[in-house]
T-cell receptor, first 115, second 109 residues
């Protein structure tokens, strides 16, 4: 158990809908990262938050947004869903955003299926 | 633009032999590198890391080598065990952690 909790584990929704994925980081971790993994492909970096502020953006679509709340949990919002958005979405947390202690610990992922 | 590349999608190794997984990167500003292991339907698990000021880091059966001039790192697993069969991702610290596409390692008896 990595200590990172993602909910829900599975989500099935229709095209055009909007969903929210939730991530609770390990206790004390300030950084949260979101990744997308499609069809057993690599991990595509979406976005990084550190202590409530956006730190870096990767290949995140404009239809997607995220935020990190004062209690450090994070939500990834996906809107106007398309079939191609079906993927595993992983959240990871680390103690800091920089420095040596940058090992990120991953949650079990949310499997999103858009039908 | 793939900043971290794992050019071998798969590798098959006999139990007890050495597994060598390779990773190349393009950004010389990366200063910290990590290897993760991933089983199906699970999140990646941190395995080992190395700072750019070192060229080798060892942890039990796992050793990571870094060649900064070649922008290349490798993960050595010796001896390989069937339980090592998984997908291995290398990652580099830049804007967030940038992952490669992964190498599927299969260790057979």
């Amino acid at each position: 158990d990595s200590g990172v909790t993602q909910t829900p584990k599975h989500l099935i929704t229709a095209t055009g809908q909007r969903v929210t994925l939730r991530c609770s980081p390990r206790s004390g971790d300030l950084s949260v990262y979101w990744y997308q993994q499609s069809l057993d492909q690599g991990l595509q970096f979406l976005i990084h938050y550190y202590n409530g502020e956006e730190r870096a953006k990767g290949n995140i679509l404009e239809r997607f947004s995220a935020q990190q709340f004062p209690d450090l949990h994070s939500e990834l919002n996906l809107s106007s869903l398309e079939l191609g958005d079906s993927a595993l979405y992983f959240c990871a947390s680390s103690a800091t955003g920089t420095g040596m202690n940058t090992e990120a610990f991953f949650g079990q992922g949310t499997r999103l299926t858009v039908v | 633009d793939q900043q971290v590349k794992q050019n071998s999608p798969s590798l098959s190794v006999q139990e007890g032999r050495i597994s060598i997984l390779n990773c190349d990167y393009t950004n010389s500003m990366f200063d910290y590198f990590l290897w993760y292991k991933k089983y199906p339907a699970e999140g990646p698990t941190f395995l080992i890391s190395i700072s750019s000021i070192k060229d080798k880091n060892e942890d039990g059966r796992f050793t990571v080598f870094l060649n900064k001039s070649a922008k290349h790192l490798s993960l050595h697993i010796v001896p390989s065990q069937p339980g090592d069969s998984a997908v291995y991702f290398c990652a580099a610290r830049g804007d967030g952690l940038i992952f490669g596409t992964g190498t599927r390692l299969q260790v057979f008896p």
